[in-house]
């Protein structure tokens, strides 16, 4: 079992930039792909960016590639989201998830863990 919590979140001005930390309990950290899903107020939860469990293959929704960057640091049992460009449609609560399965999905019920969620909001 692993717990995940979510750092870095805030308020931010449109072309503004956050790094989300989310920070893993265990010692099986390298065991899990990780991801970064978004939900903001009436929508459903979606997939953002996500990370192989060896940090060698990354993978992000197309409204985000380009912007965001999803990197982790085994050693530190720690993966972040690297936001960048940031708009107002980027408002949403940030959470990260884990998976124990090695094939990536971006499915948010194919994945075990999940933290509290962090909350970004960008104004225009």
């Known amino acids: 079992q692993v717990q995940l919590v979510e750092s870095g979140g805030g308020l931010v001005q449109a072309g503004g930039s956050l790094r989300l930390s989310c920070t893993a309990s265990?010692?099986?950290?390298?065991?899990?792909?990780m991801c970064w899903f978004r939900q903001a107020p009436g929508k459903e939860r979606e997939f953002a960016a996500g990370i192989s469990r060896s940090g060698g293959n990354t993978y992000y929704a197309d409204s985000v590639k380009g912007r965001f960057t999803v990197s982790r640091d085994n050693a530190k049992n720690t993966v972040y989201l690297q936001m960048n460009s940031l708009k107002p449609e980027d408002t949403a609560v940030y959470y990260c998830?884990?998976?124990?399965?090695?094939?990536?999905?971006?499915?948010?019920?194919?994945?075990?863990?999940w933290g509290q969620g962090t909350q970004v909001t960008v104004s225009s």
């Open positions: 265990g010692r099986t950290f390298s065991s899990y792909g």
């Open positions: 998830a884990a998976r124990t399965r090695v094939l990536f999905t971006s499915t948010p019920k194919d994945y075990n863990y």
